[in-house]
């Protein structure tokens, strides 16, 4: 059936605008002023509403076995939080580790996801090693539509790559143009500190964060960056969460790395007092890098502003309160990872849009059109165009809520965000033209989500 979304404030990177969007065949066919409604086509009235591109989130984890157990989502459950929170597509990081072959992995973390997941996604291919299979099975992979990687620099001997093996992952990648991602800590400098510290009694949440302290994010970062300065390749840092990091990141940058910067969620919103909190509440806001010093907050926002944080995503990663206190006895034992997937867009919207620190621009932007860009699905997705995807977010500024486990779509006992008030929310949700979410109920097609074929673009 055809659908006329009608009267809209349409809001894309650089353009607002009062108009009506016709879709037809899950692509927008029409945009302009007083379209006309032909028989059989579902209208949405979207009057006082803003109409923004379906939301992107860059990094989540919805299948992945860490730390002897499984995150708990699944791409049935993940999908629809990601839609009720606005999020029409996402990346998930596809991660085999060391012990593992990466194509066998690749076909496994595929076929959770097929026919499961209610919105579109794509992945992020981690190459956790690098061997005489490794070039032909990565070719294979980004053949198959999946033009980006991702590498740890953390998680020695399980996810993490030596330099030797960034070095290969990073020239292979310029030579196919694919764009690279890593997770920047420096892995050896984590293992010595948390050895040192459970040697001192020190096995709490509150010591996570000293384990992996701000200079060892940006050791990793700087790193990172001179890798890519030498060979040529283009790359994304994920989840940076300080000051210092930053200006590792924007240094390199400014003297022409092609390195993007993406923040997540937490970090602009938790600071590490959460993960100070004694006992399980603060496991469960144990994720790596960890929550820092709140101070760093400030320097995050202003960046996002000016577009030298690029993307903000989530590493959406539940874990439930029972996982999380499989590091009773040490934090070096708690499954890391806060979930984020379903309020991402809202809060965003909130502590962005709502108390002044972005524009419109610059929120779109942030949360959908520059992922699509980097990722290589734009101008199918991130944009409100004729010939794109009718993945569209009819958003009401007036809604006020709160965020709470006891009402949320994530499959986990807790919310890394618990009590925050939202305001505003997505009143209608898209994916390719089929009305999927309406005022906080899925009320789509389960399993209609489709993997992104993505062609490298970064020579
Ligand atoms: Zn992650």
Redesign the pocket.
């Known amino acids: 059936m055809a659908l006329l979304i009608r009267n809209g404030e349409i809001v894309t990177v650089g353009s607002r605008v009062q108009a009506d969007i016709y879709v037809e065949n899950e692509t927008i066919t029409g945009i302009g002023k007083d379209l006309e409604t032909p028989p059989n086509t579902e209208v949405i009235d979207a009057s006082g509403k803003l109409v923004f591109p379906g939301f992107i989130d860059p990094?989540?984890?919805i299948y992945l076995p860490f730390m002897a157990t499984f995150a708990k989502d699944t791409h049935e459950t993940g999908s629809i939080a990601a839609l009720i929170g606005g999020t029409t597509t996402y990346i998930e990081?596809c991660c085999p580790n060391r012990n593992d072959d990466a194509f066998e992995g690749y076909q496994l973390w595929k076929s959770k996801a097929e026919g499961k997941s209610a919105c579109d996604y794509a992945f992020h291919m981690s190459v956790t090693k690098f061997v005489k299979e490794t070039e032909s099975q990565l070719r294979q992979i980004v053949a198959d539509g999946t033009a980006s990687f991702k590498i740890f620099l953390a998680y020695k001997n399980f996810f993490g790559v030596d330099d030797g093996e960034m070095y290969q992952t990073l020239e292979l990648a310029k030579r196919l143009g694919v764009i690279v991602t890593a997770?920047c800590e420096n892995a050896e400098l984590v293992a010595r500190l948390q050895q040192k510290l459970v040697a001192e009694g020190k096995t709490g949440p509150e010591w996570h964060e000293p384990s992996r302290p701000e200079s060892v994010e940006a050791e990793g970062t700087g790193r990172f960056a001179t890798f890519l300065e030498n060979t040529g390749a283009t790359g994304y840092v994920?989840?940076l969460s300080c000051e210092k990091a930053l200006h590792a990141a924007l240094g390199a940058k400014a003297r022409g790395v092609k390195i993007n910067v993406e923040s997540?969620l937490p970090h602009f919103l938790l600071d590490k007092s959460y993960a100070e909190r004694p006992g399980v509440e603060g496991m469960k806001h144990v994720m790596s890098p960890p929550l820092r010093a709140k101070h760093n907050q400030a320097a995050l926002w202003n960046a996002l502003a000016g577009g030298s944080i690029d993307t903000v995503g989530t590493?959406h990663?539940p874990f439930d309160t029972g996982q999380k206190l499989l590091g009773k006895d040490s934090f070096v034992n708690i499954p890391n990872?806060i979930p984020g997937i379903e309020d991402r867009v809202n809060l965003l919207f909130t502590h962005g849009m709502q108390r002044g620190r972005l524009d419109l621009d610059r929120f779109v932007d942030a949360a959908s059109t520059r992922a699509a860009k980097l990722f290589g699905l734009y101008p199918r997705k991130g944009t409100i165009a004729v010939a794109s995807d009718a993945d569209l977010v009819v958003y009401d500024t007036n809604y006020r809520g709160v965020v709470s486990a006891k009402s949320h779509h994530v499959n986990n006992d807790y919310s890394g965000f618990e009590g925050m008030l939202i305001e505003g929310r997505p009143s209608v949700v898209t994916v390719r033209g089929k009305v999927q979410v309406r005022d906080g109920k899925f009320v789509g097609e389960r399993g209609r989500g489709k993997m992104l074929k993505r062609e490298p673009s970064h020579f």
Do not use: I, L, Q, R
């Open positions: 990094h989540v984890h990081m997770h994920v989840h997540v590493d990663c990872g």
